[in-house]
């Protein structure tokens, strides 16, 4: 069976041929065309110009996905698409474009969440099928997301922590801002970080120690807070020194009163870094724990750190937890997580109806 994943949440354009044969699960093609270039000059993503070009691009990505696995619109056997979360007008690109060509086909239409296709990313890299000891926890780690989550089974997921305020990735984005770094923030700190000394700034850790009246949760210790951590940094940068009581950060603090040597960037990036990728790890194992999960994993844009990636390996070589870290290719957003998750659905049953409608806020 050949699943064609379309995704375009966000900035990426995205299409990928997956091929399931009997339990295992074979990437023929996952073309993405990023926007990057074009978002650059505004510092972040613009979700208008995001839509127009999903539009101009999305025949050309699908047609190359196609091209690339040798394979022609006969071949496909069901398609799979990005439903939400993401940007309401990238989201409809790709759901309109799935539609029509599922009905075009009389192939079946599967929707997909997002962050369902984030956490397959991790059962693709092992080639589907059974090779994850489970229970899984896994950290969903993103721009837009960050999450814990428990996978008792194939495809069923239970949230047991996420941010209240920003996403990790969102925090490197911002923080890269306020260091003049540019767009996006978390491959540029991550580079920096490797050349700074990540005990030089003293930033304040988060962490929640009881349940917040807000919590939709019994228990809201396993969630996470980057927005102080952001203020911390953009107190240490305007001089202000590092901050205990971070609410009293503001925008109208003094400006910052030099400009800071690239010594002084490495070792904030590193500091900060620090702080987030321990923060990260700590939950996740607390997680683990808790959940007596036999494995655990990272998946989404920022489990393409480096840190990140190195800490979790060495944590799991020390607790004797076997981790899983999907290639790079498959951490940021791409097509194939999606068809991945696509055939966990298919084989639960789950087809769209033709009224499918993007669903810029969906719940996983
Ligand atoms: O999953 P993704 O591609 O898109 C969303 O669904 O949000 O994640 C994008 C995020 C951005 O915030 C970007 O700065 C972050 O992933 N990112 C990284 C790295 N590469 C991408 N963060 C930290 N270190 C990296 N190497
Ligand atoms: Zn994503």
């Not at 093609?29 to 691009?57: F, T």
Request: proline content about 5%; some cysteine.
């Amino acid at each position: 069976m050949n699943i064609l994943g379309i995704e375009t949440s966000c900035d990426e354009t995205s299409a990928a041929l997956v091929e399931r044969r009997d339990q295992h699960w074979a990437i023929r093609s996952n073309v993405v065309s990023s926007q990057i270039e074009i978002h650059r000059e505004w510092g972040g993503v613009v979700p208008e110009l995001a839509s127009r070009q999903h539009i101009r691009d999305i025949c050309t990505v699908v047609n190359r996905a196609l091209e690339t696995a040798g394979a022609t619109l006969a071949d496909v056997d069901a398609i799979a698409v990005t439903q939400g979360p993401g940007l309401v007008g990238s989201l409809l690109v790709g759901v309109s474009f799935a539609k029509s060509l599922a009905l075009s086909l009389s192939r079946p239409l599967i929707p997909v969440h997002h962050l369902a296709g984030h956490i397959e990313s991790l059962f693709l890299e092992q080639g589907g099928g059974e090779a994850i000891p489970l229970p899984l926890a896994v950290l969903v780690v993103s721009g837009g997301h960050t999450s814990l989550y428990i996978v008792r089974a194939p495809g069923s997921y239970q949230r047991v922590g996420r941010t209240r305020d920003d996403a990790a990735g969102e925090a490197y984005d911002k923080v890269a801002k306020l260091l003049g770094l540019g767009y996006p923030g978390g491959p540029v700190i991550d580079r920096l970080a490797k050349q700074g000394n990540d005990q030089a700034v003293d930033l304040p850790v988060t962490r929640m120690t009881h349940a917040d009246r807000n919590a939709p949760y019994e228990k809201g210790d396993l969630d996470f807070s980057f927005s102080g951590l952001k203020t911390a940094v953009l107190r240490h940068v305007r001089g202000a020194g590092p901050v205990r009581d971070v609410r009293r950060a503001g925008p109208k603090d003094p400006p910052p009163q030099r400009a800071l040597t690239n010594q002084e960037i490495a070792d904030i990036c590193a500091s900060f870094q620090r702080v987030v990728v321990n923060t990260l790890l700590d939950r996740l194992f607390d997680a683990a724990e808790r959940f007596g999960a036999q494995s655990v994993g990272i998946a989404g844009g920022v489990s393409a750190n480096s840190r990140l990636r190195a800490d979790l390996t060495a944590r799991g070589l020390r607790t004797g937890v076997p981790t899983f870290i999907p290639r790079i290719s498959l951490s940021t957003d791409n097509a194939a997580m999606i068809a991945a998750a696509g055939i966990r659905n298919f084989d639960a049953g789950l087809r769209a109806e033709w009224t499918l409608n993007a669903d810029s806020s969906l719940e996983l």
